[in-house]
């Protein structure tokens, strides 16, 4: 299984980006995929996931209301619209994928742990 994210770039505060990212491999299903990011000298945090049971979506308090997950199941793909981009936003955004199969009542969307599957990351850098 492959992931595969793109977007990232250099943004002024205030400004958008929309990142993108694609599983593939044989015969790959995703039950969720979700974002997360690293900035320099902190830990790996959650931002967003869907659920495509039900589409549902999760978001960090830190980017609740700016950010919006979006996706096609049928494609394996996920994205991330950031919208109202800050400097504290700055880092490198990962998708990651949990497989069908998953179960429900199991899976915890804001844990790294849960995800089995991880891309190489995006670099997000937004200037003040």
């Known amino acids: 299984v492959q992931l595969q994210a793109s977007g990232g770039g250099l943004v002024q505060a205030g400004g958008s980006l929309r990142l993108s990212c694609a599983a593939s491999?044989?015969?790959?299903?995703?039950?969720?995929m979700g974002w997360f990011r690293q900035a320099p000298g902190k830990e790996r945090e959650f931002v967003a996931a869907?659920?495509?049971?039900?589409?549902?979506?999760d978001y960090a308090d830190s980017v609740r209301g700016r950010f919006t997950v979006s996706g096609d199941n049928a494609k394996n793909t996920v994205y991330l619209e950031m919208n109202s981009l800050k400097p504290d936003d700055t880092a490198v955004y990962s998708c990651?994928?949990?497989?069908?199969?998953?179960?429900?009542?199991?899976?915890?969307?804001?844990?790294?742990?849960?995800?089995?599957?991880w891309g190489q990351g995006t670099q997000v850098t937004v200037s003040s």
């Open positions: 491999g044989r015969r790959f299903s995703s039950y969720a």
């Open positions: 869907i659920t495509w049971s039900d589409y549902s979506t």
């Open positions: 990651a994928a949990a497989p069908r199969g998953t179960s429900r009542s199991y899976f915890n969307p804001y844990s790294a742990g849960y995800y089995p599957y």
